[in-house]
């Protein structure tokens, strides 16, 4: 691992962890973020759902993307139960 990355493992309640290197410069912004929440007694929920909104903002069109997904995935569900019609 080069010196300009950090490395972080993340955990999820049902799966093994996930791990990842982050550059070292985006670790020290996203700690200094998530330290100005907590030292303004913002909710973990809270600054997690905020942490989410910005990554999403800070990518043109990944939120879209993402809604385009969900209603894919949505969609596919729908057809495989036979309560939706295929074309």
């Given amino acids: 691992m080069s010196a300009d990355r950090a490395f972080v493992t993340a955990m999820k309640p049902t799966t093994p962890p996930i791990e ?15 330290k100005a929440f907590a030292e303004n007694g913002v909710p973990h929920d809270v600054w997690m759902i905020a942490a989410g909104s910005a990554s999403l903002d800070a990518r043109p069109g990944m939120r879209e993307h993402m809604v ?11 057809r495989e139960r036979g309560l939706m019609p295929q074309a």
């Fill in 68 to 78: 385009d997904e969900r209603l894919t995935e949505h969609l596919d569900d729908l």
């Fill in 20 to 34: 990842v290197t982050v550059p070292q410069k985006a670790m020290r912004l996203l700690r200094a973020a998530a």
